[in-house]
């Protein structure tokens, strides 16, 4: 079975803590995902890393940087932890585009982190 | 990547036919849809995808239009189970593509 593991499901931190969330995936995809969900906002696109040391920005990527230093692992990471971080937070992974072959990502179960 | 617009929510009826439709009328000639879906709690799953044909898997059909400004993924017989959150994307690929979701469509099955 193919997998996408988060490292923990739920996670409570204290304002102003550095935060990290990892992810691992087992399917040797390059291309992996960092998601936020809240209420009524949908599935937000925080990072994106296309290969091992590359990533760009997603659409909300303030308040968080990335690092991948293995191709199967891809960490999220929060500076200085806010209260209006709180939330699920869910990571991907899929092969590149290769025209009409599909390249549904796979995603893990989510973090619930919750900042106080 | 196209923008997507679907509805918020919809119901259903237990062993109906339930169709959700997308609009991606910015769409352009290389771009694929793909549908997800999303249950309580999960991680969101992947149901289909096309780029102008319709397609058919044991999951679910995809039809597109022929302007491909449209799309509806059909569920041929819904289930309690099928009770989700029901994306639809519109993406490039390419080797860095961006996986952009929307609020997508509240789908509840009724018995």
């Known amino acids: 079975d193919v997998k996408v593991t988060q490292s923990s499901r739920y996670l409570v931190k204290r304002t102003g803590e550095k935060v990290f969330l990892e992810c691992v995936q087992d399917m040797d995809h390059e291309n992996m995902f960092w998601y936020r969900q809240d209420p009524g906002l949908g599935l937000r696109l925080i990072y994106f890393?296309?290969?091992?040391?590359?990533?760009e920005k997603g659409d909300i990527p303030e308040g968080y940087s990335v690092s991948r230093e293995k191709k199967e692992r891809f960490s999220l990471i929060l500076e200085s932890a806010s209260t209006n971080q709180t939330s699920m937070y869910l990571c991907?992974?899929?092969?590149?585009?290769?025209?009409?072959?599909?390249?549904?990502?796979?995603f893990g179960q989510g973090t619930r982190l919750t900042v106080v | 990547d196209a923008k997507t617009t679907q509805p918020p929510s919809m119901d259903c009826a237990e062993g109906r036919a339930a169709n959700l439709p997308c609009n991606h009328s910015t769409i352009s000639g290389n771009e694929y849809v793909y549908w997800y879906r999303q249950i309580h709690s999960q991680g969101p799953q992947y149901i289909i995808h096309?780029?102008?044909n319709n397609e058919t898997n044991e999951m679910a059909s995809l039809i597109i239009t022929e302007d491909r400004k449209s799309s509806t993924l059909i569920l041929p017989h819904a289930t309690l189970r099928d009770t989700a959150v029901y994306y639809c994307?519109?993406?490039?690929?390419?080797?860095?593509?961006?996986?952009?979701f929307g609020k997508g469509t509240l789908l509840t099955v009724n018995p």
């Open positions: 890393s296309y290969d091992v040391k590359m990533k």
């Open positions: 096309g780029l102008k």
């Open positions: 994307i519109v993406t490039s690929g390419g080797s860095n593509y961006k996986l952009t």
């Open positions: 991907a992974s899929s092969l590149p585009y290769q025209g009409t072959e599909n390249t549904e990502a796979f």
